[in-house]
């Protein structure tokens, strides 16, 4: 079992830090490598993702990601941003297929933004496609008629790439409630529209599920409202990128959600994919041992389950997570006191 950790920037080391620490402690032999990413990347070798970070990934079962941005690098060409790693490794892995589990931990239900009857029955799922929208579509700057500057950014989605997600989404609510509800704007924008015929045609194929539809601004509006009333949600990648942070409060921080972004290759024992926590490198918080690591320890069982086979592994991460957040083990994000290696050692005292 191979795996590679790519740490970035910002707050991403210290919370890969911690993960690590976990992996290592449930004995299992994995062979952990370390690759280079982001505006650490740029600084050390001249490029966000440099080709042997790639191949290292490559060769790899899985990926540990932290996370990828830094203001010292936001005035860089697009092509050179930090940025630019985690969409070109999900875009050269074929890593299409992002799920976001939403869930309230016990003990949480105080420390949510919305009330604590409202956030307790959260238990959801975000599929969210990452290979395609306006994020991979062809964009730039150019000078409009009136002589004006222009930004554009040109969204699409074509039939594979919507089948393709859909299908795993549908399986995803097969295995949970049955439910699942395709999201997205359709009432305005084409490429939704598409997005919406070809999750109907694929609905024939999985009659089990209910399927419902809803627009991404109400579906913004129901996450606080009744959040309760999702099972899986499937939906693009620019909305799922906003919707997927703003679960992430409605369970109580940005600092608990994780990732994994799947493609179709299998692996010795598994599914090969891409595991990180959903929030950013937090340059407020950053080198100062503030950032909760559960996220991303969160998405190292997910790694475990999907991608080597392990999931009593998981199990006991996840457990070690509940037990540590039932014991009151608060990051500052959650309204408490621990810190990074706090919180990363009450983790690892209950595995
Ligand atoms: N997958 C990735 O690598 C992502 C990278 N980014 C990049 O990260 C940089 C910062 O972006 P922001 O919009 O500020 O989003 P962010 O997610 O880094 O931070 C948003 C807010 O949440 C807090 N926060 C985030 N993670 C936390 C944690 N584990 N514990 C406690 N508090 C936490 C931060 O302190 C900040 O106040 C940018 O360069 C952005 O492009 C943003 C999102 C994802
Ligand atoms: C930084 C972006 C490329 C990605 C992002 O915000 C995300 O995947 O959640
Ligand atoms: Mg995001």
């Not at 037990?323 to 983790?347: C, F, M, N, Q, S």
Request: glycine share 12%; aromatic share 6%; hydrophobic share 45%.
């Amino acid at each position: 079992m191979k795996i590679v950790i790519m740490p970035g920037d910002g707050i991403g080391p210290e919370v890969t830090h911690e993960a690590v620490r976990v992996i290592e402690a449930l004995g299992l032999g994995i062979d952990m490598k370390q690759a280079a990413v982001g505006g650490a990347a740029y600084k050390a070798y001249g490029h966000p993702l440099p080709p042997e970070t790639l191949a290292i990934a490559e060769a790899a079962d899985g990926i540990l990601f932290g996370a990828v941005g830094d203001p010292d690098c936001d005035t860089l060409e697009r092509h050179l941003r930090p940025e630019q790693a985690i969409l070109g490794l999900r875009k050269a892995l074929t890593l299409f297929a992002n799920l976001r589990p939403a869930k309230v931990f016990k003990g949480l239900e105080d420390h949510s933004a919305l009330r604590p009857e409202v956030a307790s029955a959260i238990d959801l799922l975000i599929v969210r496609e990452l290979n395609g929208d306006v994020y991979f579509g062809e964009k730039g700057y150019r000078t409009a008629a009136d002589g004006t500057r222009e930004g554009y950014d040109v969204m699409s989605y074509c039939e594979s790439e919507v089948r393709r997600i859909a299908h795993v989404a549908f399986r995803a609510a097969q295995g949970r409630k049955g439910r699942l509800c395709s999201v997205d704007k359709a009432n305005v924008l084409e490429t939704s529209q598409l997005w919406r015929d070809v999750v109907v045609e694929i609905h024939k194929e999985y009659p089990d599920v209910q399927l419902s539809h809803m627009y991404v601004d109400n579906a913004a509006m129901q996450l606080v409202r009744n959040p309760g009333q999702f099972d899986v949600i499937v939906t693009g990648n620019l909305f799922g990128d906003i919707l997927s942070d703003q679960a992430s409060m409605c369970v109580g921080s940005i600092g608990m959600l994780a990732s994994a972004s799947l493609g179709e290759r299998k692996t010795a024992h598994g599914t090969y994919g891409l595991y990180e926590p959903i929030h950013g490198s937090a340059p407020d918080i950053a080198g100062q041992g503030l950032a909760n690591p559960m996220a991303t320890i969160l998405s190292a069982a997910m790694l475990l389950r999907h991608s080597l086979g392990q999931a009593a592994a998981a199990d006991r991460i996840e457990a070690a997570v509940g037990k540590a957040l039932e014991d009151g083990v608060l990051g500052r994000d959650l309204g408490g006191r621990a810190g990074t290696t706090e919180i990363g050692d009450a983790v690892l005292a209950r595995l």
